[in-house]
C-alpha cells in the first residue's frame, strides 16, 4: 500500500507492535475521561446478557476503581 497509510486501533501502546515505532509512524492518541468511560461500561454491562449481572451502580464504582470490571 502507498503511503501515506491509516491505521486505526484500539490496542493499548503496549500491545502495538515494534515495528510500529522504529518506522517513527506518527500517532494520535484519543483518551476519554473515566468517568463517562465508567457510565458507558456499566450500560453497556447492564444489556450485556453474556456476563453476570454488574449489580448496583455504587458497587460498579468500587469495583471499576479497583480495576474488577471484566
Not at 25 to 42: E, H, P
Request: proline share 11%.
Amino acid at each position: 500500500m502507498d503511503p501515506p497509510r491509516i491505521i486505526k486501533t484500539h490496542l493499548p501502546f503496549q500491545l502495538v507492535p515494534p515495528a510500529f515505532w522504529e518506522n517513527k509512524c506518527k500517532t494520535i492518541y484519543v483518551a476519554r475521561n473515566a468517568k463517562d468511560n465508567m457510565v458507558s461500561y456499566y450500560h453497556f454491562d447492564c444489556m450485556n446478557k453474556t456476563q453476570p449481572e454488574p449489580g448496583p451502580w455504587e458497587g460498579y464504582i468500587s469495583k471499576f476503581m479497583r480495576g474488577e470490571c471484566k
